[in-house]
């Protein structure tokens, strides 16, 4: 059973929350948490590489000597790959990089993640997680109070005035509950969390 403890915005702790074993207390599976990640940043790439093979750059069309009675090795083209300005050898083309992986898998990487982080004591729970004029000063403050260091703020729902103190805060990502990236929480030291978003992930992920 994992416990975290329960701050209120000012960093000021209230007391302790118990988490539910079901998302926060299995056993972590590293290896789903390596391909969930692995896949997010194939996910990420442009695939916009690109490279000329010996058929595409121009030239080369006239054999540059006689096959033989020089000493010198024979060519075909001035565009061999060997030659300077010549093509690539299997040049890379624009493709995707994108694949999916399976709900259950992702479902495993993410709940192991969080079972890590409340493990090893990198839970907060913010009682109230919400800031009614975008003050980025007001979420240093219990950062630091905290001492959270490079985290990422769980919220229930889009909270506009959380995103815009935290945005310009290095480190920092703020996430709605029910879209949370396996990536940002394996990036992130401190997971800090909005109460009403712990019980959405309790729920969604149970």
Same mark, same amino acid.
């Given at each position: 059973?994992?416990?975290?403890?329960?701050?209120?915005?000012? %960093?000021?702790?209230?007391?302790?929350?118990?988490?539910?074993?079901?998302?926060?207390?299995?056993?972590?599976?590293?290896?789903?948490?390596?391909?969930?990640? +692995?896949?997010?940043?194939?996910?990420?790439?442009?695939?916009?590489?690109?490279?000329? #093979?010996?058929?595409?750059?121009?030239?080369?069309?006239? +054999?540059?000597?006689?096959?033989?009675?020089? %000493?010198?090795?024979?060519? %075909?083209?001035?565009?061999?790959?060997?030659? #300077?300005? %010549?093509?690539?050898?299997?040049?890379? +083309?624009?493709?995707?990089?994108?694949?999916?992986?399976?709900?259950?898998?992702?479902?495993?990487?993410?709940?192991?993640?969080?079972?890590?982080?409340?493990?090893?004591?990198?839970?907060?729970?913010?009682?109230?997680?919400?800031?009614?004029?975008?003050?980025? +000063?007001?979420?240093?403050?219990?950062?630091?109070?905290?001492?959270?260091?490079?985290?990422?703020?769980?919220?229930?729902?889009?909270?506009?005035?959380?995103?815009?103190?935290?945005?310009?805060?290095?480190?920092?990502?703020?996430?709605?509950?029910? #879209?949370?990236?396996?990536?940002?929480?394996?990036?992130?030291?401190?997971?800090?969390?909005?109460?009403?978003?712990?019980?959405?992930?309790?729920?969604?992920?149970?």
């Amino acid at each position: 059973m994992s416990i975290a403890k329960v701050y209120d915005l000012a %960093g000021k702790e209230l007391g302790e929350v118990t988490l539910a074993d079901a998302v926060f207390g299995i056993e972590p599976n590293v290896a789903a948490v390596h391909a969930v990640v +692995k896949n997010h940043l194939a996910n990420l790439r442009q695939g916009t590489q690109s490279a000329l #093979t010996r058929a595409e750059v121009s030239g080369g069309g006239r +054999k540059p000597w006689r096959q033989k009675g020089t %000493g010198r090795a024979r060519q %075909g083209s001035t565009r061999s790959p060997q030659w #300077t300005h %010549g093509g690539v050898v299997f040049a890379p +083309k624009p493709r995707s990089y994108r694949y999916t992986l399976n709900k259950k898998l992702r479902r495993l990487a993410l709940k192991s993640v969080l079972s890590d982080k409340a493990q090893n004591g990198n839970i907060a729970v913010i009682e109230g997680l919400d800031v009614a004029e975008p003050k980025t +000063k007001t979420v240093v403050g219990l950062l630091n109070a905290i001492d959270a260091g490079k985290s990422v703020i769980i919220t229930d729902g889009v909270k506009k005035g959380v995103v815009l103190s935290s945005r310009n805060i290095p480190g920092v990502v703020t996430t709605p509950a029910n #879209t949370l990236s396996v990536y940002e929480l394996v990036n992130a030291k401190t997971l800090v969390i909005d109460k009403a978003a712990l019980a959405t992930i309790e729920e969604v992920y149970a």
